[in-house]
């Protein structure tokens, strides 16, 4: 199990490249702009694609994670390019501040509370994440009281 451990350790860390990556496609759509999410999309996979057959034969699972990385990075980074050069008027650090600060919260409590335990570090992670983007704005009256109604009864 020791191998999976270090596997876990490194994509725990890219949960912040993943909440950048989501919120800027959840942008992208938003906008209607679904031909940049494909190119990106597209970018991240073949990326993907080529550092598994680079780094799976040499280095096994830890060769696995560090292509997984490697395709989140470049497909985050295409986005932020395609939406600082064809989504005018938005600025892709403006979205995703608080994300990525919460992202970071979460990934710090969720290192350190799974030493513990690993359901302890899945809960810590979220309560952190929820916790850190309300301290910062980046959930809204409404949201918040949904995600109280949620925890008292379970439904939406």
Known sequence: YAVSARVLELIIWSCWLQVIDMVLAITIVARGEQHIDLQSLSVGAVTLVVLLGLLLPEFGVMGAAYAILGGILAQVGVRLILVSRRLI????????????????????????????????????????????????????????????????????
């Open 89 to 156: 008027g938005l600025r892709p650090l403006e979205l995703v501040w608080r994300a990525v600060i919460a992202a970071g919260a979460a990934t710090v409590a969720t290192a350190y509370a799974s030493h513990v335990h690993w359901l302890m570090g899945i809960v810590a992670g979220g309560v952190s994440y929820l916790l850190v983007l309300s301290l910062v704005g980046g959930l809204v009256r409404d949201e918040r009281a949904a995600i109280g109604r949620f925890l008292q009864t379970g439904k939406a």
